[in-house]
């Protein structure tokens, strides 16, 4: 073997960048695992099958003390006209949306255009949320 043959230096830069390239590739992989775990070694991302019936339990816990604190009982007609107007409201923007918004038929979909259909189809995707917060009113 001819150490000053230039196949000899093509195959050792080839073997220099492929240990390199599995080096860094190492080392992601671990950091990625690093970054599920915060500062005291909690998970953070996801949790083992093992503690899911402690998972659910806080969210039941947490859920419950959430509908506690907002005193469904004493304040649901409040709620409830809060939520019917906010969708009186959201129909009102949708209509001033459509109508003076001014979206250009003629200019197909530019990206002024498509802010403007965003703007209408989060207006509609709120309604929506108010309609499920009055069934979660209906169910407490």
Partial sequence: MNLLDPNTYNCGAIMFFFVISLLIMIMLM??????????????????????????????????????????????RTNYEDIINNMKVWTDAMLL??????????????????????????HLESFKKSCDLALNVLDNN
């Fill in 96 to 121: 001033k949306s459509i109508v003076s918004d001014g979206i250009d038929t003629d200019a197909n979909l530019t990206s002024d255009n498509l802010k403007k259909i965003a703007h209408i189809n």
């Fill in 30 to 75: 671990n950091n990625n695992y690093g970054m599920l775990k915060d500062v005291n070694n909690n998970v953070i991302e996801g949790f083992t099958g093992s503690e899911s019936d402690k998972i659910a339990d806080k969210i039941s816990t947490d859920t419950s003390d959430i509908i506690d604190n907002l005193h469904i009982d004493k304040y």
